[in-house]
């Protein structure tokens, strides 16, 4: 049939073509019905619902119901009329107003009185342990800024802060980006936050959803582009903030309740709360930011970390709540880059010392300073820090972090769903990816260790010492890492007798952070920092140009060690205390710098830091370099060695004039300073080629000063002693106590510290000021005699 058929034959059914036709285009309007309602809704104006406009309902109760509650309200009274009752009623009733009326009185006192006054008021509420849960939170209502830090600092019960805001619901993450585009937006013209837009935001869309709250039931999942586009922006912010003023504006626009989305929103994800928690610590350092933090909710939630048992946590909380708390009198400024890993709360007494740890390449607060794993580690060539990032796995954690599976961690949670972070999981259904998200001072089992010995007695022998808890006085035990040589001006126990010596090789006790769990309890009036910087062995991983081109020179020894003494003289290090030094690698070189550029510096806070350093350790310092850093050239072209590597190559000329330097003031000006060097004795296993590479050798470790030890140990394992009683942490605590029994006898240092010579010249100069003075003396009664 040809087409002028059909369309004759068509003609005569005008009626059916007409049905078909319109039951077409219904068909096509109810299919596309939800895009003609969306971009309808684009013309029409939203009318908001109208309430309810019924009247209460009135509720009638029946009769009988009515009737006994009347009995039970009389026999209530008759009750009370009873002469037992008349007695005890009122002394009930004057206890429990007593009760409620000192908690009410004493806030008064913590918020209206003189300092000293404030502090006893705070210490006594925190005591308060009887109040009902509608106690503290009327208290926690009536509570102002400045003592809900000072209760947060002084491990109060959560009780006292007022829930986090909008507790049951998360912000949609699409209006939250955009709230945090515009936000940044508003930071323009910026040459840190341009580079970042033309990077992260080259189109920002228009957000059309109506949602801009879920609740609890409402469970959505995250797309790996919102998650890392996320992540990146508070990266970004941790860049910006470091600047005052940036920070200060950001808290004045409100970005302190766009934060408090962000934690929600990455609740269970403990590597980017760490991060988001240094976006706050930055944050604290705005002057007016205590009552901001106050009113978004934000004290309560890191009095909550303080809690946490994850260290990144507790420290970086601690930090942020030590900037904001202006009524401790013992208050001090942490900047970025500056830890306080004891004390983390409010202390009564001054600290006698301070006590500051400087990791080396490719380190950090929890990675450097951890307690010796059983298995040998091994050092890889690439990766980042995973203090910062979660992207490769930390070069320093090949071989003993895989127990944290950082980086399954990362993937598992792309498209992960969002869940409020109120929700608790089932303990039962609880994955291992939350525990192993957590790095805390957990109990870690040893793997029982068979002894390869042939003579059956002997090794029976040392199975049963090695089982034995207590031994006799007459024992003596050597420290497991006895050094293999020494220099001539070594002292020291290298063994401990058997009644002293604690059996910790079965021990199940592991810490991630020595400095802050083991140190506390020997010097528990010390304070005890770390230092923390970001750092790259090839440019393929180095961050530093990641969100500002800004960040280009900060590889520089020269330029991280200034940066690193004006945060550390922020921080009052060695204000009237004595100073003790503890630099791994790469940080005994920074230590260094940052003394020379004390020594030369003309201000007084940044004057003590040398003056009042007592002692130096030295844990595998390249003083001349490392051979590590000595690539040839095609390795040059493939692994691109970063800025740090390659000013630390062997023999390098600044290496070497810093290093005479150095040398010249610790017979001068640092002639007082106690030095402890120490070197590797082992190879250290590179995983990326399978080889051993010796990263500091011996000639480079040494300095003709001081005491010396060569240990067994690789280079990683310089800066993690097995247990308490290792020699390298029995001798640092020796160095320690040495510091500050210096320091408390300033006679005996200040005649110990001038030689003979400068003696003899200084009671030359004395004697001469004396009879100059006696001579100015006699002029006038020699003028007198003349006249008269």
Not at 187 to 204: A, G, I, T, W
Not at 534 to 559: L, R
Request: glycine fraction near 4%; charged fraction near 25%; hydrophobic fraction near 35%.
């Amino acid at each position: 049939m040809s087409l002028e058929d059909i369309k004759a034959t068509l003609r005569r059914f005008p009626k059916l073509l007409g049905g078909f036709g319109i039951l077409t285009t219904a068909g096509i309007i109810l299919y596309e019905s939800p895009q003609i309602r969306k971009y309808l809704s684009q013309y029409v104006e939203k009318k908001q619902q109208e309430p309810d406009k019924r009247r209460t309902e009135y509720i009638y109760i029946k009769y009988h119901i009515y009737r006994e509650s009347m009995r039970k309200l009389q026999q209530k009274q008759e009750d009370e009329k009873k002469w037992i009752s008349v007695i005890i009623n009122p002394i009930g009733k004057w206890w429990k107003a007593a009760k409620h009326s000192v908690a009410w009185r004493l806030l008064n006192i913590a918020q209206n009185g003189s300092q000293a006054e404030r502090l006893k008021a705070v210490q006594q509420l925190i005591c308060m342990d009887h109040l009902k849960d509608w106690d503290f939170r009327h208290l926690a209502q009536i509570c102002d800024a400045r003592t809900s830090v000072s209760l947060a600092r002084c491990g109060a019960d959560m009780r006292w802060f007022m829930p986090l805001p909008r507790r049951g619901c998360i912000r949609n993450p699409k209006l939250l980006l955009s709230d945090l585009h515009s936000m940044l937006d508003r930071l323009r013209p910026m040459s840190c936050v341009d580079h970042f837009f033309s990077k992260y935001f080259p189109n920002q869309a228009h957000v059309n959803d109506d949602s801009e709250f879920l609740t609890q039931d409402q469970i959505i999942s995250l797309s790996v582009l919102d998650t890392d586009l996320m992540k990146e922006i508070i990266s970004f912010l941790h860049h910006i903030t470091k600047d005052t003023k940036v920070a200060a504006k950001i808290i004045h626009e409100g970005g302190l309740m766009h934060l408090m989305e962000l934690r929600k929103i990455f609740a269970d994800d403990n590597e980017t709360l760490s991060t988001l928690c240094k976006v706050l610590a930055n944050l604290s350092l705005v002057e007016d930011a205590v009552e901001h933090f106050f009113v978004s909710g934000w004290v309560g939630a890191l009095a909550e970390w303080q809690q946490c048992p994850d260290l990144r946590l507790q420290v970086i909380s601690a930090k942020t709540m030590a900037n904001l708390d202006h009524d401790d009198p013992n208050q001090f400024t942490y900047p970025p880059n500056v830890y306080p890993l004891h004390p983390r709360v409010r202390t009564r007494r001054k600290p006698k010392a301070d006590i500051v740890f400087i990791h080396g390449l490719l380190g950090g607060v929890f990675i450097t300073w951890r307690q010796r794993d059983r298995k040998p580690t091994e050092l890889g060539l690439y990766g980042k820090n995973a203090f910062y990032t979660s992207e490769t796995d930390d070069v320093f954690l090949v071989g003993e972090q895989k127990r944290n599976g950082s980086r399954s961690q990362y993937n598992k949670q792309q498209g992960r769903p969002l869940i409020p972070a109120q929700i608790q999981p089932d303990p039962n259904k609880h994955n291992l990816k939350t525990k192993e998200a957590l790095l805390k001072a957990s109990k870690k089992k040893v793997e029982d260790t068979h002894l390869n010995i042939s003579d059956t007695a002997t090794k029976e022998f040392m199975e049963t010492l090695c089982s034995e808890a207590e031994l006799d006085s007459d024992w003596e035990v050597v420290h497991p890492d006895v050094p293999l040589e020494a220099n001539e001006n070594c002292r020291g126990n290298f063994s401990v007798s058997g009644n002293e010596w604690t059996n910790q090789d079965s021990s199940e006790e592991y810490t991630n952070c020595w400095p802050m769990e083991w140190l506390p309890d020997d010097y528990p009036d010390s304070r005890i920092i770390g230092i923390d910087y970001t750092s790259a062995v090839t440019e393929w991983s180095a961050n530093f140009t990641k969100y500002c081109p800004c960040e280009k020179g900060q590889g520089h020894i020269d330029v991280r060690a200034s940066s690193l003494l004006e945060r550390i003289a922020t921080a009052d290090v060695g204000n009237g205390r004595p100073v003790v030094w503890i630099g791994h690698s790469m940080g005994g070189l920074l230590t260094k710098l940052i003394l020379l550029k004390s020594v030369d510096s003309v201000e007084k806070n940044v004057q003590q830091l040398a003056k009042n350093t007592q002692a130096i350790v030295f844990l595998g310092t390249p003083h001349r370099g490392s051979p590590i850093a000595k690539w040839k050239q095609h390795m040059q072209v493939i692994l691109s060695p970063s800025i740090e590597v390659k000013e630390m190559e062997e023999n390098a000329p600044k290496l070497l004039e810093m290093h005479r330097r150095f040398m010249g003031c610790l017979h001068t000006v640092l002639r007082h300073v106690n030095v402890l060097s120490v070197a590797e004795g082992s190879p250290t296993m590179l995983t990326t080629f399978k080889f051993p590479l010796r990263i500091v050798t011996e000639e480079s470790s040494r300095i003709d000063f001081g005491e010396f030890f060569l240990l067994k140990d690789d280079h990683l394992s310089l800066s993690k002693p097995i247990y308490r009683q290792s020699f390298l942490y029995q001798r640092l605590l020796h160095v320690i106590s040495e510091a500050i029994k210096q320091s408390s006898d300033p006679k005996d240092t200040d005649e110990q510290s001038v030689p003979n010579t400068d003696l003899l010249t200084m009671n030359i100069i004395a004697v001469v000021l004396k009879g100059a003075k006696g001579l100015f003396e006699m002029l006038p009664r020699v003028a007198l005699r003349f006249t008269t």
